[in-house]
């Protein structure tokens, strides 16, 4: 709709306004406007973070100004996410962030590396997918920070190698103007139990809200104010857990959740998080 007003405004303007100065001004406007609307180019004055709703798995799109990140790719359902990228007329990719190797968060990576110019791929250092050989994978350990053109991660999982894959997730605290998101990955209760973790704004509630995780512990220590699940539309598992669900919500907790709520799009504009829902 703002689009509409603004494109109608410059045109009345163009029509109606005899001073040839002004007439020659609002014409370039018009003309670079109308560019960039069939190029359908992004280019966001605030962070834009979408919580995707998915065929099957999860997957977060990061856009600020120039930079895109993504944070898993689903499983890949008929290249479901390679088709929203291009619909919002992403080209390059600046960080594919692969949380651990299963194909509900990893599943489209390969067909996002071959459509889009992918600047860094990001894996855990216990991560031993394909991902991990290319000339292009930074591996974080523990500790170790990631400094994007905007963005700061601190990786503070996973702690160990572990047999249980879930467990070697990439655990992040993303920071972003002033308000912390906490990216959980697959990490369940015994890992949770390891860590003591800092107070948070946004939890991105782990395993698709299963009951392996999002411990009571976890949820007293981030005491988050907002919560999402990405469940994906379709999964065999029932998720996500009712249990899970009254626990976040005993505790005042503002939950959105995919299978609910579709597509979950969150701006932070000056310090606030603004959430819209997107069928």
Known sequence: MIIIIIYYVLLIGIV???KKKIKKILSIIFILFFILFILNINYYI???????????????LIEYKDETIIIDTGEGIDNELTTILKSKGIRKIDYLILTHDHSDHNGEASQII????????VLSEYDNS???????????????????????FECIAPIKEDDNVNNRSLVLYTYINNITILFTGDMEYDLESEINFKKIDILKVGHHGSFTSTSEKLLDQTNPKYAIIMCGRSNSFSFPSNYIVNRIKQRNIVLYNTKVNYSIELIIKKNKCIFNTIK
């Open 130 to 152: 394909v991902f991990s050989k290319r000339n292009n994978s930074i591996t974080l350990k523990q500790k170790e920070v990631l400094k994007t053109k905007y963005f700061i």
């Open 16 to 18: 109606v306004i005899n």
């Open 114 to 121: 071959n459509n889009f110019k992918v600047t860094n791929i």
């Open 46 to 60: 605030n962070p834009h973070i979408t919580f995707l709703d998915l065929y099957n798995g999860e997957s977060t």
